[in-house]
């Protein structure tokens, strides 16, 4: 009935979809990240450096750093074109071929985005909060996959840690996009750009192929620390949940409908939602540090 990812069979797998190494603007190199994220506890990493004729396009082969439990997928953040404020647009596009193709000369963004989508790539609108994207701008990319909730470096950068508003904005509007949380991490000294965002994907197996199915099929759910084990929705309306220890849940919908539920140290709880009318949803699990965990939009029928 729904896209969540908790009746899927297979595993739970930790990952960070958006970081950059020496191979454009970030401090360490591909080898020193990939150990990083690894000895993290993190099952899968896209290096995702600035595809930008200034750092030879790069599209960097980690397959090498793969060990136990951990593999990388091939990633790149795509620029190209102008947002609708003049911007130079940010698209993250993981999944790539390693043979895609330099921006063509004056290709736009949405055009860059259609080449990411058409070679085979998981695409993502990139820090809206970041850069002031506007939803004009996020519907003319077509049918990309997800828009970033959460970019880690942009909290010391510039204050705008936080995007949900564009994934809530276009699911009032009736469009449909999953929600991505993330690093995007420059391994910067005065930038506090790791560990502040990723996602738990369940896939079948710890493979590129599996995990870019589950992120694409939206069986992820993205965190700054919580765990959610279990969140199930009824057809009453009802949600149940298990996870880490939290002290509220929060049930959003269309416009201000929301319903919450707040306690001490919850590992699981139920709500009702009767007088529901919003034809969506999405929970919040937020922890006593003020961690949050986040479901994709939850979308009753359709
Ligand atoms: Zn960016
Ligand atoms: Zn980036």
């Not at 009935?1 to 990952?15: A, C, V, Y």
């Not at 996009?177 to 420059?186: I, K, P």
């Not at 506090?192 to 590129?208: H, I, M, Q, S, Y």
């Amino acid at each position: 009935m729904h896209t969540l990812p908790f009746g899927q069979s297979g595993r739970f797998f930790r990952g960070n979809l958006h970081t950059h190494s020496t191979r454009s603007d970030g401090r360490r190199s591909p080898e020193e990240v990939c150990r990083f994220y690894r000895e993290m506890g993190y099952h899968f990493l896209a290096i995702t450096d600035h595809f930008m004729e200034r750092f030879g396009y790069p599209l960097t082969d980690t397959s090498t750093f793969w060990g136990e439990d951990f593999i990388t997928l091939a990633g790149a953040e795509l620029h190209a074109g102008r947002t609708e404020i003049g911007e130079l647009w940010h698209i993250l596009a993981v999944g790539l071929p390693g043979d895609f193709a330099p921006n063509l000369s004056g290709e736009t963004g949405p055009q860059i985005a259609r080449r990411a989508l058409d070679a085979g790539a998981f695409v993502a609108a990139a820090h809206p909060a970041w850069y002031n994207l506007g939803e004009a701008d996020v519907l003319s990319l077509g049918a990309i996959h997800a828009i970033e909730i959460i970019n880690g470096i942009s909290a010391d950068h510039n204050d705008r840690l936080e995007s949900w508003y564009m994934v809530d904005r276009m699911a009032a509007l009736g469009n449909r996009y999953s929600a991505l949380a993330t690093d995007d991490a420059h391994f910067h000294e005065h930038h506090a750009d790791l560990l502040r965002g990723w996602v738990w994907v369940k896939a079948e197996e710890l493979t590129p192929a599996a995990i870019l199915g589950a992120l694409m099929a939206g069986h992820y759910y993205s965190t700054t620390g919580p765990q959610i084990l279990d969140l199930q929705v009824f057809p009453s309306n009802r949600i149940s949940l298990r996870c880490s220890p939290i002290d509220h849940v929060v049930v959003t919908g269309k416009g201000a409908e929301a319903v919450s539920l707040h306690g001490n140290g919850m590992i699981s709880a139920e709500l009702s939602m009767r007088r529901w009318n919003s034809p969506y949803c999405r929970v919040t699990l937020r922890d006593r540090h003020g961690e949050s965990a986040w479901s994709n939009v939850i979308w009753f029928e359709g």
